[in-house]
């Protein structure tokens, strides 16, 4: 493995770590305050950072020049999460926000770098 690819994988753990708080907090405290289809809607918005962070994974360990497509749908779910994790409440809503806006810098970061 590269030391570029290594060190954008570093990058990742982050927001895997405030993804994994904000789902521990959403079981323990925020799920008995929000009913209805903001349930839904922060779940979805949590499983959407959660995938293009595995996208991210995914993309940086075995792509060896960047593809626009896959940036772009990585990017995309990173802002689906962020939009979604927004309808949650309480102190998850924050770890995801945050685990989300993270994932997009990351994200960023990875398609500015040179291939």
Do not use: E
Not at 26 to 41: A, E, S, Y
Not at 48 to 55: D, E, H, P, Q
Not at 88 to 109: D, I, P, Q, Y
């Amino acid at each position: 493995m590269q030391l570029k690819n290594a060190l954008l994988l570093v990058l990742v753990l982050v927001p895997f770590l405030l993804l994994l708080f904000s789902w521990l907090t959403w079981t323990r405290h925020d799920k008995q305050i929000v009913t209805g289809h903001r349930t839904v809607l922060f779940i979805v918005g949590a499983a959407a950072t959660a995938l293009s962070l595995l996208f991210y994974v995914g993309f940086a360990l075995t792509s060896s020049a960047h593809t626009l497509a896959w940036l772009r749908l990585g990017f995309w779910t990173g802002v689906a999460g962020l939009v979604l994790c927004s309808f949650g409440k309480g102190r998850s809503r924050g770890l995801g926000l945050t685990s989300a806006g993270v994932v997009l810098v990351v994200w960023s970061l990875f398609a500015w770098t040179p291939a």
